[in-house]
């Protein structure tokens, strides 16, 4: 799995997964482009991913990727500095901890605006560079996608158009290519998911021993563990692997989700 001379874009790289996953990139000789919101988080990751050669430093943009400015800056900031791309993680998301008598449009089109609309806009704007490589695309989804866990309204359904997303496109690109997949976490350990349980940091850590005892394996995933996946669907490794989702979740999808969604339930009614 060698990125050498290969340029790759992760969004959401401020932190958790993004973080995570450019850092193994990183060490795998790519040339990195990050996108984050958190400028100081997302120069200290660009930090740990400089390379020792000159010019290998990372391009790092601070922009929303749940506006039409944000992701025309990317695309164009991106292809201005490298002059091409082979890999585009869509990372970049956001999370609502809410259900159908408690939730509003405002945080229907905040979740959908970044998880959907965004990764929508920034691929279509990036798909000719893709093409010009043969390059690929990796999503980043979420078991809650096929998984039935009350609490991740309107989350889930933005993860169920991300997978659908990516079947679509990857039929569409085939022809010319490129390859597209989606990397579908369950639980992990990040201030991603600790910002939906609204808890603490010792109260956090209550909570994931508790969430522990709902995955068949018996611990929840790191930040590292949907990384290494990640990069693996985006090597010459996986060559013939197109328009599927690969789960990273300690076999939680292959229960009813019952034990994940009275964790978040419990949450909304306190």
């Excluded at 290998?56 to 922009?63: E, F, G, M, N």
């Excluded at 005892?213 to 990640?230: L, W």
């Amino acid at each position: 799995m060698d990125f050498s001379g290969k340029v790759v874009l992760v969004t959401g790289a401020s932190a958790g997964i993004g973080a995570a996953t450019a850092r193994l990139f990183a060490a795998r000789g790519a040339r990195l482009a990050l996108v984050g919101r958190n400028e100081r988080n997302l120069r200290a990751t660009a930090a740990a991913c400089a390379q020792p050669a000159p010019g290998d430093t990372p391009l790092a943009l601070v922009a929303d990727l749940a506006t039409d400015d944000g992701c025309q800056l990317v695309a164009t900031q991106v292809l201005q500095h490298f002059g091409r791309l082979d890999v585009l993680v869509n990372n970049a998301g956001v999370g609502a901890r809410t259900n159908l008598e408690k939730t509003d449009m405002e945080t229907f089109d905040r979740v959908f605006n970044t998880d959907v609309r965004g990764v929508y806009n920034l691929t279509r704007l990036l798909a000719p560079a893709l093409i010009a490589a043969k390059g690929n695309i990796v999503n980043i989804s979420s078991i809650s996608a096929t998984v039935v866990v009350v609490g991740t309204l309107p989350y889930g359904m933005a993860k169920a158009a991300l997978d659908h997303f990516t079947r679509l496109t990857a039929l569409e690109l085939a022809p010319k290519g490129v390859r597209v997949n989606t990397v579908s976490p369950g639980i992990t350990v990040s201030d991603f998911v600790k910002r939906l349980t609204g808890y603490d940091d010792e109260e956090y850590k209550s909570w994931l021993k508790v969430a522990e005892t709902t995955v068949p394996m018996g611990r929840v995933c790191s930040a590292e563990d949907v990384a290494k996946t990640i990069v693996f669907l985006a090597s010459d490794d996986a060559a013939l692997i197109t328009g599927t989702t690969v789960q990273v979740d300690g076999g939680s999808a292959l229960s009813s989700g019952a034990g994940t969604s009275s964790l978040f339930t419990q949450q909304i009614k306190n």
